[in-house]
Antibody
Framework: QVTLKESGPVLVKPTETLTLTCTVS??????????VSWIRQPPGKALEWLAH???????SYSTSLKSRLTISKDTSKSQVVLTMTNMDPVDTATYYC????????????WGQGTLVTVSS | DIVMTQTPLSSPVTLGQPASISCRSS???????????LSWLQQRPGQPPRLLIY???NRFSGVPDRFSGSGAGTDFTLKISRVEAEDVGVYYC???????????FGPGTKVDIK
């Protein structure tokens, strides 16, 4: 059974750095046919893709947020970590991680998401 | 980056009646490998997105056959043959043709019951 679970702070202050962890089960982060993406959704708004990491540690970032994002993984812990620097109230959103299947180019399993509020 | 648009943005429907959502991309979604990586996702209220359709018309595991996808190039459609109460939510199209450069989602179409 494939599951993904996001964890991290509920509240961060403006200018702080956000660190989120996605813990996966049911598949390995070393599986060459898989990867993990982070996507966010501001309250009442649409989905926005943020970053992706492949099994070979290749990374990809949203063009608009690239300077603020870092994605990494710890295969032994089955965890993918996303950091976002210089947080602003407009970054308030539910942050999701999702599994990517290379062959079909789909995000097939999603975590429940974690709501992060940016406020002083 | 490819821009995805959807119409309508809101679709009140009668239970048992069909519903249709259109999605258009700013450039062709045909990949150099010949595939078109256009997916549809459903997000029920308070839930994470759920994959419905991939590569234009393939239903994901467990998706009811009242959901179908069609289209080509830059124009795509999601159809629900007979809307049920559990279909209420927001539907997003998503392109992965440009991946790993980017995934792009449409703005979403809200489907609710009249």
């Amino acid at each position: 059974q494939v599951t993904l679970k996001e964890s991290g702070p509920v509240l961060v202050k403006p200018t702080e750095t956000l660190t989120l962890t996605c813990t996966v089960s049911g598949f390995s982060l070393s599986n060459a046919r898989m990867g993990v993406s982070w996507i966010r959704q501001p309250p009442g708004k649409a989905l926005e893709w943020l970053a992706h990491i492949f099994s070979n540690d290749e990374k990809s970032y949203s063009t608009s947020l690239k300077s603020r994002l870092t994605i990494s993984k710890d295969t032994s812990k089955s965890q993918v970590v996303l950091t976002m620097t210089n947080m602003d109230p407009v970054d308030t959103a539910t942050y999701y991680c999702a599994r990517y299947v290379v062959v079909t180019a789909i995000l097939d399993y999603w975590g429940q998401g974690t709501l992060v509020t940016v406020s002083s | 980056d490819i821009v995805m648009t959807q119409t309508p943005l809101s679709s009140p429907v009668t239970l048992g009646q069909p519903a249709s959502i259109s999605c258009r991309s700013s450039q062709s979604l045909v990949h150099s490998d010949g595939n078109t990586y256009l997916s549809w996702l459903q997000q029920r209220p308070g839930q994470p997105p759920r994959l419905l359709i991939y590569k234009i018309s393939n239903r994901f595991s467990g998706v009811p056959d009242r959901f179908s996808g069609s289209g080509a190039g830059t124009d795509f459609t999601l159809k629900i043959s007979r809307v049920e109460a559990e279909d209420v939510g927001v539907y997003y199209c998503m392109q992965a043709t440009q991946f790993p450069h980017s995934f792009t989602f449409g703005p979403g179409t809200k489907v609710d019951i009249k």
